[in-house]
């Protein structure tokens, strides 16, 4: 291989490159704004997870020894609760506009594309969510040693809740019922991000060391974030070809 | 070697029997509704299928016969 | 290497034509298998010198546990193939699975909560087995309910596929995390390899049950496929002669 050849691939392998770093940030930068612009969309999953939490006492006790016992847990699940009901309209309005498909017939690779919405998603609902979390673990009483580990914990678990609830999202866009559904097809799969997510924050209440339940999630999230998007792209093909 | 004494002994298992019986009678009646439901599903797909043959028959019928 | 096998599978009339002659056979041998091995469990088997006879209900128990969960595993690689060779036949099978393992499921905890009451003295334990049982059943009964909500098969297909897919990835995550947050269970008593700390004598009646329910669970897995074949091939003239017949 002459030079100039191997200089014109090396060119062209980096022009690709940087032509999906520029897919990929203006996606990002498109989806962010739009995020901004319906405010609605960031502020409703975080008024649900205030009100779930108000129920809370009153349903099983004000009494702070029983709250605190049950505060690791039950954030966590109001938390997961919240990020599958903001799920539902994270394709919709792109497939009903005919945005999605343009995304699907353009050259860019589907998974980056859809590599950034996810991204803005957790970045508009699980942060958002994760930094109100510990006000709320003060309604409930939970105890000081458990704040940080419940915002790290809920840092890197919902991302894998967005990545994870995105393959649901994608699979039922194309339903006009679908946001049940999603749940029920998308629940049994949160099951390991829950049970790590709470026993980093209850660890850390007993203190015991929490290092290793967060590596998990961790893990999690890693797996999620490569293999997620190879799913949600065949499940967007699957349902703009309907 | 049979295990029991009787066949009463049998049935009661030590007054286990109840639940070893249901979960046996169970795992029979869902093993049945599973073998049986294709061939229901089955068989009123043919008779649905030879009445609407015979109904394509009966209009051809009636083609030649004006 | 020949693939003519492998097309051959691909098509609904060969498939239903050459079942139709297996059937009858793998029926007889299952049924044998499943009777010696009910009428061995139940009558000749030692009693447990611990959970006296309640332990029983592990001939049927253990291999319904067993089905359930390769049950899932045969509806993924179908899922798989009609994926990625675009075959009917194999989208035809992972449908008709997913019943059958949830009726499996379902009786995998059915029979471990009647059980579990002569033996720990409560139906329900929130134990890592039963649990990620329950989560199994919560995937299939999701794969059917994805199953019935789109209008078009080919695009239920397609879904349910990606859906099963997620769900393999998922399974083995799903089982070490609920292992690792409650273990309460008796350690595992079959392994298959390695000692068994189950004896031999309670033993042989589980493999041949074991043996008897993958025969069933082949036959019941035919046979769904059948129902569906006539239904979805109801144009093509084979079937139409079947049908006269």
Not at chain 1, 41 to 67: E, K
Request: aromatic residues 12%; charged residues 10%.
């Amino acid at each position: 291989m002459s030079s100039s050849q191997a200089e014109s691939q090396v060119n062209a392998s980096r022009s690709s490159a940087t032509s999906l770093y520029s897919t990929l940030f203006s996606v990002f930068r498109r989806e962010l704004r739009i995020a901004f612009r319906q405010q609605s969309d960031m502020i409703n999953p975080i008024l649900f997870f205030l009100m779930v939490v108000t129920m809370m006492p009153l349903g099983i006790s004000p009494q702070a020894s029983v709250l605190s016992e049950l505060a690791p847990g039950l954030l966590w699940v109001i938390a997961l609760l919240a990020c599958l009901l903001s799920l539902d309209g994270l394709f919709r309005s792109d497939y009903e506009d005919g945005t999605l498909e343009q995304c699907i017939l353009s050259t860019q690779p589907l998974y980056f594309i859809v590599l950034a919405k996810v991204m803005v998603h957790w970045l508009t609902t699980g942060l958002p969510l994760t930094l109100v979390a510990p006000l709320l673990g003060v309604l409930l009483s939970l105890p000081t040693d458990g704040f940080v580990p419940l915002w790290l914990s809920l840092m890197l678990g919902t991302a894998t809740l967005s990545f994870v609830g995105a393959i649901g999202a994608a699979l039922t866009v194309s339903l006009r019922k679908g946001g049940l559904l999603l749940s029920l097809i998308i629940m049994p799969l949160y099951v390991p991000v829950l049970i790590f997510g709470a026993s980093t924050v209850r660890y850390a209440v007993e203190g015991v060391a929490y290092g290793s339940t967060l590596a998990v999630l961790g893990g999690f999230f890693a797996l999620a974030f490569v293999l997620a998007p190879l799913a949600i792209a065949g499940a967007l093909r699957m349902s703009v070809e309907e | 070697m049979f295990q029991f004494a009787s066949v009463s002994d049998f049935l009661l298992m030590d007054g286990h029997g109840l639940y070893v019986w249901a979960s046996y009678a169970i795992t029979l009646l869902a093993l049945v509704f599973l073998a049986i439901s294709p061939s229901i599903q089955q068989r009123a797909f043919i008779i649905q299928q030879k009445r609407q043959q015979r109904i394509e028959e009966g209009q051809n019928q009636q083609r030649v016969d004006s | 290497m020949n693939w003519q096998w492998f097309h051959r599978l691909g098509s609904p009339r060969w498939f239903y034509e050459k079942t139709s002659r297996w059937m009858p056979w793998l029926l007889s041998v299952t049924l044998l298998l499943l009777a010696v091995g009910v009428v061995w469990g139940l009558g000749y088997a030692p009693m447990d010198s611990k959970q006296g006879n309640s332990y029983r209900i592990i001939y049927i128990h253990v291999p319904a546990a067993f089905l359930a969960l390769a049950g899932y595993y045969v509806m993924a690689i179908a899922g798989a193939v009609g994926i990625i060779w675009q075959m009917k036949m194999s989208y035809t099978v992972m449908r008709a699975a997913a019943p059958i393992g949830a009726v499996l499921t379902f009786l995998a905890l059915v029979t471990g909560a009647l059980w579990g009451k002569p033996t720990w003295g409560t139906w329900w334990v929130w134990d890592a087995r039963i649990t990620s049982m329950l989560i199994l059943l919560f995937l299939y009964l999701g794969i059917i309910a994805l199953q019935g909500a789109y209008q078009q098969q080919r695009t239920a297909n397609k879904a349910c596929a990606i859906l099963a897919l997620v769900g393999t990835v998922n399974i083995p995550i799903i089982y070490k995390s609920v292992d690792w947050w409650f273990t309460l269970h008796q350690p595992a008593t079959l392994k298959l390899v390695g000692e068994s700390s189950i004896d031999p004598s309670m033993a042989y009646p589980l493999l041949v049950m074991i043996a008897g329910f993958y025969g069933l669970y082949s036959w019941l897995l035919m046979h769904w496929v059948r129902a569906d074949i006539l239904q979805s091939e109801s144009k093509t003239q084979w079937v139409k002669e079947i049908v006269v017949k």
